[in-house]
């Protein structure tokens, strides 16, 4: 059958994923370029690249929570990190964009650690592992430059006290056979997981808990995160909490081209990560798939192929620094005037210059997330129900 | 089949229960005389009443517990309360027992009030009822006359914090499969209930956790909280925690005499609750089943029949102040000296008495209760896995 091409779930992402496909599968609206528009008059006139070269596609909700803003009721950011490893650049894709909302609108952001998860989903992480990696994990988060002022962390097992309170509520309206169909586990998965999504609904809801009234949120996620949300909105109704809009960009492709990058897949050559050192990114992207030919020849007569290229996504969903650089890489790609070995040069001294800042960002970063780390709930504005 | 006449879980007793047969398809061991006698040692000579009245007659592993104790390396006492309503007469058995034990051997007590699980248990509760309920319950048990140095409360809802890294290390170790298998339950079961006997788990184990070593635990409890346990103990020593000890009781009847009592089920009737006003004691007494005969000449000649009396086990499990007056009581019963009528006055008045006397303590207990439930967690003595 047609529709099982490919599988998509948060814990499983199987075969060749079509994304406008993926979208109509899951329900979800396609982001126009007329909402695009509103957004950039909210964000004083000016568009993420992210947005305007189609990393983000999709969505759910975001003309309502776009009006609610202009009229006065600002929605707040949240997205989440499993900590299983070192983060890699396409990690950065929605941190990247709630950084740069938070900064051109004014808004609170929340972010979840879900050391639990990671913990509870990779049968051979410890606990101990799962923990270390999300306070690194965080402190790159953090380095991408949010305002310590305006950000909240949910960092799973230190958070759990201020997280429980709505996580009891939301775990009574989900039951079993809707987690069972929604992430296709077996029976032999672990409670721990079946009871997660409850907690990764929490920070959705936590802002208008402690307001005790509705505030909007809106989660910027790779769309095989969708699901996780999908069971959020069916409940948030019941619960008084206002759905939460949905951002959704596609899953950029690894650096062999043919899958998303992993952090824990076969191997670690698929993905850039922000600890790796210069020679190693030169290693990596110097072996990269493209969108070249089989010769220079051929290359120069009939140009490549950006959309496949692993490099390209590179310059897509980060380092390209300008719409006119970006622009310019890709029309002299599809021309045949940038071939794959200077392409690549470049993009491995722009992803050093940036790991080297990224890297000494770190010092402050790491001491700003014991700031930000919610470890107890605040006192309710309206009582328990 | 014959083993299908009776259904025990903690979520469901149904049908006639056999102690005996049920101790028998849990696979625990009988509570011999011998062993009693050890713990007699132990207790400075002394043996509680419902230990000698036969109201615990089944155990896991206290032989092992009262031989490290003997040897100084002390067991402490773990029981819990799920709230979601007021407490009758038998829900004061495990209490009992642990005051008794933590009094005679001087040891810690561990109280879990799963106001958590209750809500996710009854679907027509809410959190502010079980919360309620929660220290309501908590006031009756530490009125009961804990010690407040060595006795500790996990509140779940409270003390999450504090229970939640165990918590998520247990989780892991447990399949759906098994809380399928062991509770019954069905697809639709809401996530929270899944998760929980998770949470049931951490008391046990919180003692090693904080020490860093092994520190045995001991579980008094009626044989329908079992399931729960063996989950516990089939994964305690992978954690590298030490099996928690189990002593069962008998489930007492309900004041109707055919069924155990409830505090939610379809009648109040069936139980005397802590908060019973002195004339719906009388009331409820009067018309409680009994073990006598259709007259007044019958019961003089024949005798009544104790055993299937629920009026006995009120003066089995509490009521009778001494051993002379328990052997009074049921021989009079017996031969037919004693009529209910009677029998019925002299109980109405005990336990008006009792509850007159609890109603008294509450208040010290009631402030007790803020100051003995754990909502941090303490530093470890060794470092997390």
Redesign the interface.
Known sequence: MADEEFVVTPYEVRGKVDHERLREQFGAERLTPALLERLRGLAGGELHPLLTRGVYYSHRDLARLLDRHAKGEPFFVYSGRGPSGPLHTSHLVPFELCRWLQEKLGIEMYIQITD?EK??FRPHL???ET?RWGIENLTDLLALGFDPKRTHVFFD?RS??AM??IA??V???????T??AVFG?P??????L??Y??LQTVPAFYPSWVAGRPVNCLIPCGIDQDPHFRVTRDIAEGLGYPKPGLLHSVMLPGLAGDKVMSTTGDTRDNALFLNDPPKEVARKLRKAFTGGRTSVEEQRRLGAVPEVCSVWAQWRSRFAESEAEFETITADCRSGKLLCGDCKANLIERVNGFLAAHEARRPAARELAESVIL??APPRAT???
Chains 1, 2 share one sequence.
């Open positions: 639990d913990f509870w410890t606990r101990a923990y097992t759990i006290g429980y309170s009891v509520d775990a009574k309206r989900i039951p079993y056979s987690v069972r586990f029976p032999s998965q672990n409670i721990g079946v009871f999504t409850a470890e107890t009582p328990t129900s």
